[in-house]
């Protein structure tokens, strides 16, 4: 299996820009495709971006396409969002995910089957 640990969460104003990472520990991390969820009060958790093994496909939320990016880097076992133009709808606390395959089909929750502890991103207006 494998673990991990969000950071690079916090507060930041309107049209502002944060990089989320996630480093992982555990079984190869280049064995999974990585995902980016978020779930603000009250809301569901819902999908943000995934990036297959080797870091050469994504796809993403429609309400994040343009602004987020997702990427990874498989010789530090990183995962990373970088997210721009930020709006306050963006409030969430983000999840980083891990998942044994990799699909455009795979956006819900369930289908992730390691997942890290969160970080809360503020997007005040």
């Known amino acids: 299996q494998v673990q991990l640990v969000e950071s690079g969460g916090g507060l930041v104003q309107t049209g502002g820009s944060l990089k989320l990472s996630c480093a992982a520990s555990g079984r190869t991390f280049s064995s999974y495709a990585m995902g980016w969820f978020r779930q603000a009060p009250g809301k569901e958790r819902e999908f943000v971006a995934a990036?297959?093994?080797?870091?050469?496909?994504?796809f993403y939320a429609d309400s994040v396409k343009v602004r987020f990016s997702i990427s990874r880097d498989n010789a530090k076992n990183t995962l990373y969002l970088q997210m721009n133009s930020l709006k306050p709808e963006d409030t969430a606390i983000y999840y980083c995910?891990?998942?044994?395959?990799?699909?455009?089909?795979?956006?819900?929750?369930?289908?992730?089957?390691?997942w890290g502890q969160g970080i809360q991103v503020t997007v005040s207006s």
């Open positions: 990036i297959s093994h080797g870091g050469e496909r994504t």
């Open positions: 995910a891990a998942d044994t395959l990799y699909s455009t089909s795979r956006r819900a929750p369930y289908n992730f089957q390691y």
